[in-house]
């Protein structure tokens, strides 16, 4: 019998290194207390001579292996613990590469079984790139088998219109894509000496495209976040690093006595808004690529943590395109794919970063599946409430600053009324432009939502993962005849929605969608 299998020794350097940030504390303070001698010196490095030790005691006590049909992650320190993930509930297998593991030539494999949350998949934290390479492929390779042994596939038209055909078409698809190649996208050719594993790239990022990250608004608010951090660390570690809180509050109450230095330490924060976000951005999206391998959509990015994410073809249901106003001024567009029994799907979803939208269109197209219809619009009745609600409650503000700067007779009242007025009118472009963005619309294969303005979504989604309707009706929308019309969906988000439809489009989008589910109903109504 095979003995189990251990994580890396290498990683016993990681793990204390982890632990420094919990230990750091109370080591300063032991330093304090003991007067910087040499007895506190000596119990210092006897704490970290206990961390070392219980570090190794917990990899001893580490182990895996794939036994028939399962993976068994095993932990045995205080308590025993057994972990079982049969092989049929795999739905990707991820690695990444954080900054000291890559240094030791280590990797972080995650399994992903479609759970909610991280306490229910497999995480081994300290394998070779080597192991973590061959563990991936040994998973989904034998996880294919495993399903295939559970649900052989059946024969007849069922089969052949079911979603092992619909994988197989989406892989074709993918391999077809990466012989054309989008514009600017490097696709080597096909060599007969290409294997399923190697797998075939659909796209590769160019690094000029990473230029437009400032304009998603991912990164943007990075500069306060690091300058709120500082601040914070200031006031929690003052006094230990010998500065004290009050320092930093004399500080603080100094610059609020001196505004146009506070404001000049903002605008710089807002100048280095585009340039620190457009950094973190292409940091987290260097070299991005994704290829085709093995019925697998494989998307690999990053710069310091390099990151493999894994999604299975035949799960994929369908594709989420989505514009800031910014990036649709810019002409670019992100795309996350709809995936069945995905966890956290906003970044292990992710197909393509910033990219020209055209391109953006032909790879999610060719890759997954085209939308082949034009969107339809949405009732007038639609136009006038997103124009209310873009307008009105800037007037309202304006009226309110108005009257009190009657009354007061005061200029600030006046300046305020004066730019909520100002807002107002930029509601009337804005809410036009909400109105233009609304649409659906089905093409016999896949149907289509699309909403938003500021972050304008359009949502693709294969009639089979259509699992059932939900049309709701607020107080406002019920004295307006419009609804929301949301189809369910066994992935992604669990649903998309049609904002503000007619009576007529609640019910014949559905009738035309899924005629089967409407039929009794229609033939009791005659």
């Known amino acids: 019998m095979r003995a ?32 910087f001698s040499g007895k506190s010196y000596l119990w210092a490095a006897f704490g970290v001579g206990v961390t070392f030790a219980f570090a190794v005691v917990r990899w001893a006590m580490f182990s895996y292996e794939i036994v028939s049909d399962r993976l068994e992650i095993k932990r045995s320190l205080i308590s025993r613990s057994v972990r079982t993930i049969p092989l049929e509930r795999v739905r990707g297998v991820d690695v990444s590469t954080p900054p000291m593991h890559r240094l030791l030539g280590l990797a972080v494999l995650k399994i992903d079984t479609g759970a909610s949350g991280d306490a229910e998949e497999g995480k081994l934290d300290g394998v070779s790139l080597e192991e973590a390479e061959r563990l991936k492929s040994v998973l989904l390779r034998r996880t294919r088998a495993a399903r295939a042994a559970a649900h052989p596939t059946t024969t007849g038209p069922a089969a052949a219109s079911g979603e092992t055909a619909s994988a197989s078409a989406s892989d074709g698809a993918a391999h077809s894509v990466a012989a054309a190649g989008p514009p600017g996208a490097s696709a080597p050719a096909a060599t007969p000496g290409d294997t399923a594993e190697a797998g075939r790239e659909i796209i590769s990022v160019p690094w000029t495209w990473l230029l437009y990250g400032p304009l998603s608004g991912a990164y943007l608010l990075t500069p306060f976040a690091l300058a709120g951090g500082a601040v914070g660390l200031a006031f929690q570690w003052g006094d230990d690093l010998g500065f004290g809180r009050d320092a930093a509050l004399t500080v603080g109450e100094w610059l609020w006595e001196h505004p146009y230095l506070l404001l000049a330490v903002v605008l710089l924060l807002v100048v280095a808004m585009p340039v620190v976000g457009g950094v973190m951005y292409a940091v987290f999206n260097w070299n991005f690529r994704l290829t085709s391998r093995d019925r697998y959509l494989v998307a690999e990015r990053g710069l310091i943590n390099r990151r493999s994410v894994s999604l299975e073809a035949r799960r994929v249901r369908g594709y989420e395109i989505v514009e800031g106003l910014a990036e649709r001024w810019a002409g670019v567009a992100r795309v996350w794919a709809i995936v069945t029994g995905l966890g956290d799907t906003q970044t292990r979803g992710q197909l393509l970063p910033d990219v020209p939208r055209a391109v953006a269109f032909k790879v999610t197209g060719e890759a997954i599946g085209s939308y082949q219809a034009e969107l339809r619009s949405h009732p007038p009745i639609a136009r006038n409430r997103r124009l209310f609600r873009a307008i009105a409650p800037w007037l309202l503000a304006a009226a309110v600053t108005a009257l009190t700067a009657l009354l007061t007779a005061e200029a600030a009242w006046w300046i305020a009324a004066v730019v909520t007025f100002l807002l107002a009118g930029t509601g009337i472009p804005l809410g036009l432009d909400r109105y233009r963005s609304l649409g659906h619309g089905y093409d016999g294969v896949r149907l289509a939502v699309r909403s938003g303005s500021l972050r304008r979504s359009q949502a693709v989604v294969e009639r089979r993962a259509v699992v059932g309707w939900h049309l709701r009706q607020t107080w406002f929308q019920r004295r307006a005849g419009v609804y929301t019309l949301t189809a369910g969906v066994g992935a992604g988000k669990g649903g998309y929605s049609a904002i503000d439809v007619s009576q007529s489009q609640a019910i014949g989008f559905p009738a035309e969608v899924t ?12």
């Open 4 to 35: 189990p299998l251990r994580l890396s020794p290498k990683v016993l350097l990681i793990q204390p290194v982890r632990m420094i940030p919990s230990l750091l504390l109370p080591l300063v303070g032991l330093l304090f207390v003991g007067g």
């Open 515 to 526: 005629p089967e589910w409407l039929a009794p109903f229609m033939e009791k109504g005659k």
